[in-house]
Nanobody, 129 residues
């Protein structure tokens, strides 16, 4: 059974930093692209970042480019998302998502639903003074 467990969320002041972790189990972690997706209060899901199986290729949403960094440690079955210079609009629940296809990035460019791949339970990030 695929399991993804996020941690590291919390309350952060604007301009602050946070590092999220997602520990994976139940599949061969090193053969899947991994993604971070977030959902702001009252809004739909927003793709945040993606990382290739070996970690050499990363993609970011324009809204977080230059402020967030996605990384992975395949020996620990863990993917990370580090955010710096956090803004109020970064508030939301952050989800770790496993791509449904091995060795491929199939994240859709359009609206995202929870039937894409496998999702963790999410971790709340609140940016507020």
């Amino acid at each position: 059974e695929v399991q993804l467990v996020e941690s590291g969320g919390g309350l952060v002041q604007p301009g602050g930093s946070l590092k999220l972790s997602c520990v994976a189990s139940g599949f061969v972690f090193s053969t899947y692209w991994m993604h971070w997706v977030r959902q702001a209060p009252g809004k739909g899901f927003e793709w945040v970042a993606s990382i290739s199986v070996g970690g050499s290729t990363t993609y970011y949403a324009d809204s977080v480019k230059g402020r967030f960094t996605i990384s992975r440690d395949n020996a620990k079955n863990t993917v990370y998302l580090e955010g710096n210079n956090l803004k109020d609009e970064d508030t939301g629940v952050y989800y770790c998502v496993k791509d449904p296809a091995p060795y491929r990035n199939t994240m859709p460019g359009g609206p995202l639903q929870t039937d894409f791949g496998a999702w963790g339970q999410g971790t709340q990030v609140t940016v507020s003074s």
